[in-house]
């Protein structure tokens, strides 16, 4: 029996042996075997191996490519030229004896003035969102896609209160931006501007959105615009303001003057406004606006306490005789709370409120009237031109 086992341990233990050193000489000639090829080591480790022996792993590097790539063949060039006239005085060299020659007829001198602006193209059908500025009183305009081509446009329509207006190629195969939702849009995030600065077309500037709701800035009739620090220069009106996605959430269109010493201070028309502005133009050759027939104004609270009013808000401070809200019972002094379950933030909130309302609905009108509140139905009109 111990010689028998005896056997046995020493056949296992050759078997151990000769397996072993078979094993060796496979892997000799055979490395590949227990090493992964180079090719497929991790990502990682190839930075890490290439960083001169250092050891350390790469930072991430935080890039907008793909943004720019999404948004920016969208965004095209828009060169005008307009007939200026301008008067002259042939005499402005004799100043001191300008009497001595009577009361001549002015003299006047016609001049072309090239302007520049950018636009976005928001659909296949070739229709292009800019702002009303970059093409007012143009005798010729011209697009510039950023892949070169070049076409005239037509005009689709225009719309001065917001400063927007629609124009409308004719080329195949064209590139559309994605829209975004400005209503996402927070305090903090990163955006780029794109657009044709001083001629510098497909010029990509980056900044975060320094405030939404900007209001009474006198830009235009309707002000509610996202504020941001993203560079806007000359030539950047239309462009594109879109988000790290790429998706387009603002329509750049000025900037404070650096003449007052600011600078990074821009200002884009939000695209949610954007979008019923386009979609009416298209539709309609206009846009159609909601109009009840008040002109509210904010007051404040002393400014309140003095009419008999509990605290300061947006006051009704005047009507149109025979509008909808006089006809609904709604006078002027009433301190307007909310509008369809909406609080009333500013006058010129309730002015865009009342103007996105579609004619032919009823608006709902929650007012405080001395000490009283009052909640009346006031059927909405389509605004007067």
Request: a positive charge; one cysteine or more; charged letters at 15%.
């Amino acid at each position: 029996m111990v010689q028998r086992l005896s056997r046995a341990l020493t056949f296992i233990a050759g078997s151990v042996v000769g397996g072993l050193a078979l094993a060796f000489v496979v892997v000799a000639l055979h490395p590949s075997l227990i090493s992964p090829p180079r090719s497929s080591r991790p990502q990682a480790y190839r930075h890490q191996s290439a960083d001169r022996g250092a050891g350390r792993r790469e930072p991430p590097v935080v890039s907008y490519a793909r943004a720019v790539e999404r948004a920016a063949p969208a965004v095209v060039n828009i060169y005008t030229a307009r007939l200026v006239t301008e008067q002259v005085n042939p005499f402005a060299p004799f100043a001191p004896f300008s009497g001595a020659f009577g009361n001549l007829l002015p003299e006047y001198r016609q001049r072309i003035e090239r302007t520049l602006g950018s636009g976005v193209i928001i659909d296949k059908q070739g229709h292009i969102v800019t702002n009303y500025h970059v093409i007012a009183n143009a005798e010729a305009i011209r697009v510039q896609l950023a892949d070169g081509r070049i076409a005239k446009p037509r005009i689709v329509g225009v719309d001065p209160d917001t400063d927007l207006a629609v124009l409308q190629i004719n080329l195949p195969h064209l590139p559309v931006i994605t829209f975004g939702h400005s209503r996402q849009v927070r305090v903090g995030d990163v955006v780029l501007a794109i657009g044709d600065p001083l001629g510098l077309s497909q010029t990509v500037t980056n900044g975060i959105v320094s405030a939404t709701g900007r209001e009474n800035l006198g830009i235009s009739a309707f002000d509610n615009f996202i504020q941001t620090d993203a560079p806007i220069n000359f030539g950047n009106s239309g462009g594109a303001l879109v988000n790290s996605n790429g998706q387009l959430i603002g329509i750049n269109t000025a900037i404070v003057a650096k003449s007052l010493g600011v600078d990074g201070i821009g200002f884009a028309i939000p695209i949610d406004i954007v979008r019923h502005v386009v979609h009416d133009i298209i539709k309609y050759g206009k846009v159609i606006r909601g109009w009840i027939g008040i002109v509210p104004a904010d007051i404040s609270n002393t400014e309140a306490r003095r009419v008999g009013l509990a605290h300061g808000g947006v006051i009704i401070a005047n009507m149109y005789v025979g509008s909808p809200a006089q006809q609904a019972g709604l006078k002027a002094g009433d301190l307007l709370l909310d509008l369809d379950g909406k609080p009333v933030q500013s006058a010129e909130a309730a002015r865009v409120e009342i103007a996105s309302c579609a004619p032919g609905s009823m608006l709902t009108v929650h007012v405080l009237r001395g000490e009283r509140t009052l909640t009346l139905r006031v059927p909405v009109q389509q605004q007067p031109t």
